[in-house]
């Protein structure tokens, strides 16, 4: 099973960025679709972006298109999910999670997740 461990997370004020990194321990990372997901207190996890095994194809949720964008290295086995003109809103726990298939479908099929890394927006 892969594992995923995430980075980068922490306390920005409203308009400011962030990068998130999520690293995997396999050599055959580049089998697999990635995705981050977000959890606020209180509310349900929901899927923010999703990455396809070669970067070709990304998906985002729409109250995060046009401020993030997800990225991937294969040759280090990472992830990233750069965050702009972040918004009190965005204040979650961010999770990456892989899904054995090279394709994203929706934020459907994923089986291996990361701790974690939690983010703050506030002034």
């Known amino acids: 099973q892969l594992q995923l461990v995430e980075s980068g997370g922490g306390l920005v004020q409203p308009g400011g960025s962030l990068r998130l990194s999520c690293a995997a321990s396999?050599?055959?990372?580049?089998?697999?679709?990635i995705g981050w997901f977000r959890q606020a207190p209180g509310k349900e996890r929901e899927g923010v972006s999703c990455?396809?095994?070669?970067?070709?194809?990304?998906n985002y949720a729409d109250s995060v298109k046009g401020r993030f964008t997800i990225s991937r290295d294969n040759a280090k086995n990472t992830v990233y999910l750069q965050m702009n003109s972040l918004k009190p809103e965005d204040t979650a726990v961010y999770y990456c999670?892989?899904?054995?298939?090279?394709?994203?479908?929706?934020?459907?099929?994923?089986?291996?997740w990361g701790q974690g890394t939690q983010v703050t927006v506030s002034s």
């Open positions: 990455i396809s095994s070669n970067g070709g194809s990304t």
């Open positions: 396999a050599f055959t990372f580049d089998y697999y679709a």
């Open positions: 999670a892989a899904r054995e298939y090279s394709y994203c479908s929706g934020y459907r099929g994923f089986g291996s």
